[in-house]
């Protein structure tokens, strides 16, 4: 079991039971095992039997040029698109092809039966879950940045979403026959846009966008929520909350920060001696945004930019951005709302503030006798200061210019006038990684490390703090259960394919993503639920070879 196990208790009076630690410090990942094993394999079956027929009829064989040509129209085609629910007849396949699935499927069926299985949750922790499903007052929603569970009060949770809701300069509630013919006109919106782009648009994505527009008709509103913002601390006696509109459901979701660019920018940076960094944060950035002014600064970029925007037609993106951004329709238990200012995160696209950021320090470059890299030096603390309060609405908190600094997930430094990086890490975080007994495929643990040893190689400039985060990194994994002897190996497999990767050049990538691609497909995945006490994927490989 794991030893490290927590949870944020964000009620007044700690009204959640201690024990609950024993449920929530699983982490809102882990997966119970099911109370069954599979038995019917009904919906695999039919499954595999399309995807083989597909490979068998479409087959090129080792023919070394179909499969370019098929990689060539995969990178070029559009990713919306409805697919095909096209199957080969039996007759078109040869017969040999059908006698080995059936044999396949035959004996693979034998393998499978259907038993009670064994719980990952012991019984205290499988009558807490009880206890806390069955609590009429205690919501545990998810905090921001992904630093673990919390829990706060029914009645906490809808007073500080209705912060948000009850602003009118940003909100406006709207009754549920409102609600549905503002989205009648939304959908007319959408229908005559994409009658207009069709052609640049393609016919895939429009057909993509309508059959997403009628799955969702009957329900077509987004769904609000917040994350509270544990990290940012009490304001006021109330814990400061994002809010997050999904809407996955909602008309527009099918129209459409990296810190490893960060870092690679930072480093080309050359700086004065007396240089010194800061931060600044907006508050309430996606709320706060004027739409009108940030639509038509966004739409002045695109336009001076147009010869740089290859991807897609620049007419058709800026007649979209406004049916985006102004008709974020959702609802909040039984309240509807529209948002009347800003973009709501959780929509598909949103303007970033900073496209319009660039132009503004760009004035200030050429009255500056700053070096290069203005943007980041000491002396536009000041012109930053006074000339980007209230720019489209927006307010801001700056840091202290120091030589060092936290941003995103990194702590960056001056040292001898160069930047150098390192890992920063929010005290707040639990490190509540998935436990060993967990309902999770093995490869999700080996891909959990191979991915977090590279970002460390890649972030940290001192390869000696590489080596103390990833140390860190083991620690943690064993406070939640993981052993030693398990870990070693893959930590060993993690640094080879991050040194691999390092070595590589753009060329290399491209390279290898076709290989990738060509390679998968040519493969036939057997789809399945993953229970821990299902047949190996080996096992089922194996009675395939042996046909």
Known sequence: MPTNMAFHDLTENKQAPPAAKSLLGLGSKFIVTPDTTTGSLESTMTRIRRDFSLAVFFA????EFLDECAYDQYKSRSKLFVKSKFTPKETDLPAWAYGRLDRFLSKVQTLFKKRRATSNLLPYQQQMMETLLND???????????????SVTYNQYVTDCLKHLLNEECYKILPEEEARQCNAVLEEQIGAWLNKFRRVIGSPAVEFIRKHMNDNAASPFGQFYALYKIHKGMKDGAWPTRPVCSDVTSLTHGLGKDSFELKRRLEKLELPPNALLFTCDAEAMYTNLKTDPCLQRVTEYIQNNKHRIKHCDTDALIEALPIIFKNNYFKFGDIFCHQTSGTAMGTPAHPQPQVGLPSRLESMKKSSSCPNGLNKCHSTSVLLTTDMHGWYGLKWTFTKPSTSIDFMDLTITIVDGKIETTIFEKAQNLYLYIPPHSSHPRGVLTGLICGQVLRFRRLCSKRSDANKKI??????????GHTREKLEPIFAKAEINASNYLKRTESDMELLEKKKWIKSNKQIFFHLQYHPEDPPSRDIQKLWTDL
């Open 471 to 480: 140390q860190e990194f083991a620690k943690r994994l064993m406070d939640r």
């Open 60 to 63: 090129s064989g080792n023919d």
């Open 136 to 150: 009429p007052e205690l919501l545990f929603p998810e905090t921001d940045k992904g630093l673990g569970p919390c």
